[in-house]
């Protein structure tokens, strides 16, 4: 019975959280790990245009509720997203027409295009916040919760309660099927087909009548998708502030990096490990360890290795030691 309990308690905290988190992670990854594999460059705007979608998403989700159309438990968001996606995917487009496009016709050395988007960074927060402000801000609705405390105690009988959040099986569900469709597109359609092509090859792409300036546009097109999913996820299951979202650029970046830098599987199972590395090392493991050793060995302390205050010190740690001992990350992605 106390073995059940202390993986009640692992699940609570450490197992649901981490698989929740990292799919939220995979999905911003993957935005990243697909500008850097098609337009060969580091996107550092990225958390800010999944700030950008996802306030588009809440402005649209206060629009539905206020007509009162809802999705009954399901939180009203889920079908904000579509519009989210419109509006992000019109920012990135104007944003590659306006500017990226420039320093693509001029052959710009990647460092060149890094420090650009690091200026379209500044330029989207501002933007998100000067529309939305900088607060945090509550769009979720429908149910809170999938299974809550007191109905899992009632039906197992377990001293430990369990409760999982209905936004954390909607991340992990929306994940999936926005996963599996974006590999179906990468490997089945002839777009994605030819995608995969300009990442390979450039030249022999181009020289194959591959248009460059329609791979570039599909390519925003889906990294408005995945951050705006990814941001909307987020916010439902932890808090929208767009600060939050600057900051998530490093667990992000560290995820695609550890995974392998335009590498799309690399990049889901870096953001697991990254965010199975956070939530494990800043849990405080007292109660697990108080259910599995016997009296006279129970912890006194938390059994804490770091405070959540460094949770994105862990992303930074994973990071360092990656790019010093390999760079190409764990499914050999580009070097970076």
């Given at each position: 019975m106390d073995f059940l309990n202390a993986f009640v308690a692992l699940s609570n905290f450490v197992l649901i959280p981490a698989i929740a988190y990292g799919s939220q992670l995979a999905l911003g990854a993957l935005g990243v790990t697909l500008v850097y594999g098609i337009l060969r460059f580091s996107n550092f705007a990225h958390g800010d245009t999944m700030a950008f979608g996802t306030m588009v998403a809440i402005l649209a989700t206060w629009g539905l509720q206020a007509a009162g159309v809802t999705l009954g438990p399901l939180p009203t968001a889920l079908l904000a997203i579509p519009v989210g996606i419109l509006g992000c995917a019109a920012l990135v487009l104007a944003t590659d027409r306006l500017v990226y496009r420039f320093y693509r016709a001029q052959k710009a050395v990647p460092v060149i295009l890094v420090i650009v988007s690091?200026?379209?960074?500044f330029i989207y927060n501002g933007i998100t916040r000067f529309i939305i402000g900088p607060d945090d801000q509550a769009f979720a609705d429908g149910a809170r919760f999938l299974i809550?405390?007191?109905?899992?105690?009632?039906?197992?009988?377990?001293?430990?309660?369990?409760?999982?959040?209905?936004?954390?099986?909607?991340?992990?569900?929306?994940?999936l099927i926005v996963v599996?469709?974006?590999?179906?597109?990468?490997?089945?359609?002839?777009?994605?087909?030819?995608?995969?092509?300009?990442?390979?090859?450039?030249?022999?792409?181009?020289?194959?009548?591959?248009?460059?300036?329609?791979?570039?546009?599909?390519?925003?097109?889906?990294?408005?998708g995945l951050a705006t999913i990814a941001g909307v996820l987020?916010?439902?299951?932890?808090?929208?502030?767009?600060?939050?979202?600057?900051?998530?650029?490093l667990p992000i970046f560290a995820a695609a990096i550890v995974g392998g830098l335009g590498s799309p599987l690399g990049a889901i199972a870096g953001g697991f490990v990254i965010a199975f590395s956070e939530v494990g090392l800043t849990y405080a493991?007292?109660?697990?360890?108080?259910y599995l050793l016997p009296g006279p060995l129970e912890p006194d302390g938390l059994v804490q290795l770091l405070a959540t205050d460094y949770k994105f010190a862990v992303s930074f740690m994973i990071l360092v030691i990656v790019l010093l001992f390999r760079p190409t990350g764990l499914f050999r992605g580009k070097s970076v």
């Open positions: 690091m200026g379209v960074m809550n405390a007191r109905q899992f105690r009632e039906m197992t009988g377990l001293a430990e309660p369990l409760a999982i959040r209905s936004t954390q099986a909607i991340t992990l569900v929306t994940a599996a469709a974006l590999f179906w597109f990468l490997n089945r359609t002839k777009t994605g087909k030819s995608m995969r092509a300009y990442s390979d090859n450039e030249d022999l792409a181009l020289l194959s009548g591959i248009d460059p300036e329609r791979v570039v546009r599909v390519t925003w097109i889906i990294v408005a987020y916010g439902l299951d932890k808090t929208y502030k767009p600060f939050t979202y600057f900051q998530l650029l493991w007292k109660k697990v360890l108080t």
